[in-house]
């Protein structure tokens, strides 16, 4: 699964990255959503979306092969990693990331959570395989 | 205590250090968060009689059990002061997201004393609190020192700042955020700005407990999903407040030239569909938010092209309207430079409206403006007046304290025009043909605020005219107003969309671990009101029946101009029978004061023991 955005329509209500923390963590903690919102204001007036392409950067990097690919997409192995930081730089995008609270890196594992709630639709599946709860 | 962080940080500016304690469970349970948080720290924090702009004010921010949960638009927070625009109980609150950042920094509460010699910003990053130096954004613009704020320390700050007006002292400024959410009323900016605080910047990064993250899940996605199928979700969304404009306007309810008619003709230029049109640039939410009502907007005025949030319909009825500015763009502009200095554009509008009229009347003489001709429905005049208050220059240092205390030094009668109650300017719903509205203003503990109990629907839905039943549906929109601003979410959904409150029960009792119901919830929204209306009693010398009264305006003039309340107006007689049904069934005395068995009905036998050593 790839994601397709429609930036125009977010509203940087973040409501993806607090489903994310809950679904993946079970914890109201919005900082824990594997895909980040940036905020361009007060000009031009526009939010971008960073979210993990299963590129794979983080595993190539990885030196203890704690990020592991499946069926195009990459896991981290929570007992493997040491949370030594070296997916966090070569990540091109900053969407994986080290968190007090979690003793492992975290990255998007495409759950597709953040799909189905977007209120904006601003967050789709380019393959169709995930539908968003909203209808247009 | 599931759904707080059980902390509050309490900072003091003069010996320039800060603390965290714990905040008790019998609190937490009695008063549930965010406004009912700021109202029980000011009574049992400020020393009765305190001035307002002393360092001995303090300043109550506080987040709710539901800031930063995954919800449906829970992203407001409270500021709470002793106001020093009305001398009496004063909160205000605003979406974004710095309720969820603070939350997530571990605390519910920032409790602000005493004040800085030189200018200041709090920095809180998780458990690191230190107050810096706040020379290099001292007189810069709200928008601008966000924007530098930002930069200096990285955009995930979020950001709580003042403009000029904060800083001189304009009774009416407000708190920006988010570039373009405010804490407007009731000049808790201006207490910020006696203190030496320029801005609080927050970043959290710490989980916040609840007791069931997995039905909190369940029952919040199914949450946002009921919200998609209701069929406002895709009407009222693309337009906000501002989708109002012409049923308010249509029902002759819209305020225009000062509140002297209740129909605009040019209404029709500056509705959502308009702002859509011609300005809109992005639809921009607050935390967790699915219906945007931000509508950010790009204005050009006489070349000058600037971002602005808005304008909101509030900012539309009080600029627009009520200056009798007729195009979306200019009140836009005019919504920038109010946003920038940091004035709330409700008493904002409401000030500069009061102020065309004493022009037009002559009471306010040309000399006193340069010789200008200022009149109604130019922008240049509402722009001229806005810098003179804020720079508090000669005629700007009288409307920079509002219309009440304008009018108390301007005379000539002005005062039956000044449109305040207890201080407060009215906000954007002409209430002379609302029964339910007008009392909804005249009881508001912070002095006139649609906020706090918008009675218009209901006065339009069973007869605007009628009498009978106002007062009992304006006390149970005042509690149930209350317990949003507790729990810190947003009333959207419920107002605009008709999403059923009772949805919050569950959530609350998977966030909190208790079963509580609206029953439950009521009774707390009638604690809170009663505690704001001791305060008031307590803080405002004689404060009682003769407080809530509307202007003259309201209940002797009738409304002018066209529409389909033209030439009405509600008697005093009306008035009164109001208030009389409205005291007897809250409990109160004749002359609006809690009784000492409400009060200890309600848990509130101490304020009942300080009231009765007065």
Known sequence: MKFKLNEETCSGCRTCQAICSLVHFEKVNPKLGALKIDAHFPEPGAYTIRHCTQCGACAAACPLQAIEERNGVYRVVPEKCVRCGACVDACPHGVIFLHAEIPYAVKCDNCGECIRICPRVALMDEEGEVANDVRL | ?614
């Open chain 2, 1 to 614: 205590m599931f759904g707080y962080n059980g902390k509050l940080l309490r900072v003091n500016l003069t010996e320039k250090r800060s603390s965290v304690e714990e905040i008790p469970e019998k609190i937490a349970r009695d008063y549930i968060g965010g406004r009912g948080f700021v109202a029980r720290y000011l009574w049992d924090e400020i020393r009765p009689g305190t001035d307002p702009l002393s360092p001995e004010n303090k300043i109550v921010i506080a987040t709710g059990p539901l800031s930063g949960v995954f919800l449906p638009s829970s992203g407001k927070i409270e500021f709470g002061t002793k106001s020093p625009h009305t001398g009496g109980y004063a909160d205000s609150n605003m979406g974004g997201h710095l309720s969820s950042e603070l939350k997530l920094a571990g605390y519910d509460m920032v409790i602000i004393e005493g004040k800085s010699e030189k200018p200041v910003f709090l920095f809180i990053d998780d458990d690191r609190v230190e107050i810096r130096d706040a020379s290099a954004y001292w007189g810069m613009g709200a928008l601008s020192s966000e924007k530098k704020l930002k930069e200096d320390l990285g955009e995930e700050f979020q950001i709580a700042v003042i403009g000029p007006a904060g800083e001189r002292g304009v009774t009416f400024s407000c708190i920006s955020h988010d570039f373009g959410r405010q804490a407007g009323r009731a000049g808790v900016a201006c207490v910020m700005g006696a203190k030496g605080l320029k801005a609080m910047a927050v970043r959290g990064t710490k989980t916040v407990p609840v007791a069931e993250p997995g039905k909190l899940l369940e029952k919040s996605r199914s949450m946002y999903r009921a919200i998609y199928e209701i069929p406002a979700f895709h009407t009222w969304t693309p337009y906000g407040t501002a989708d109002i404009t012409s049923f308010i306007n249509e029902n002759g309810a819209f305020p225009t030239k000062n509140f002297s008619r209740g129909f605009f003709e040019k209404a029709g230029e500056i509705t959502g569909q308009k702002l859509r049109e011609k300005i809109h640039v992005k639809d921009k939410g607050c935390f967790g938010c699915p219906i945007p009502c931000g509508k950010y907007s790009r204005v050009t005025y006489k070349g000058d092209t600037r971002y602005v949030e808005g304008p909101e319909y509030e900012t539309i009825a009080l600029v627009g309207g009520n200056c009798l500015i007729g195009d979306i763009a200019e009140i836009g502009y005019i919504n920038y430079w109010m946003d920038e200095y940091g004035v709330d554009t409700i008493s904002g509008g409401n000030v500069i409206g009061f102020a065309l009229e004493c022009i037009e009347k002559g009471i306010i003489p040309a000399e006193a403006v340069e010789g200008r001709e200022l009149k109604f429905g130019d922008p240049d005049s509402v722009l001229y007046l806005l810098e003179k208050i804020v720079r508090k220059e000669g005629i700007g240092e009288i409307l920079s304290q509002g219309v009440r205390k304008a009018a108390e030094i301007l005379g000539k009668g002005s005062e039956r025009f000044a449109i305040h109650v207890k201080g407060l300017e009215v906000s954007g719903y002409e209430p002379r043909n609302a029964a339910g509205m007008l009392l909804a203003y005249m009881t508001s503990d912070i002095g006139a605020h649609h906020g706090r109990a918008w009675a218009i629907t209901y006065d339009i839905a069973v007869g605007r005219y009628e009498v009978k039943g106002k007062a009992e549906k304006v006390i149970d929109l005042q509690h149930i107003r209350p317990v949003i601003d507790m729990l810190t979410v947003c009333r959207f959904p419920w107002i605009e969309l008709g999403f059923p409150l009772e949805e919050y029960e569950e959530v609350f009792k998977f966030v909190t671990g208790l079963d509580w119901g609206w029953k439950e919830f009521k009774k707390v929204g009638e604690r809170v009101y009663n505690l704001t209306r001791a305060f008031n009693i307590r803080e405002i010398k004689g404060f009682g029946r003769k407080d809530d009264y509307p202007p003259k305006r309201f209940y002797e003039e009738p409304l002018e101009g066209e529409g389909p309340t033209a030439g009405q107006h509600v008697s005093l007689e009306v008035l009164d029978a109001m208030l009389d049904d409205y005291y007897s069934l809250r409990g109160w005395t004749k002359d609006g004061r809690p009784t000492k068995e409400k009060l200890e009905e309600l848990d509130l036998g101490f304020v009942s023991r300080e009231l009765e050593s007065i």
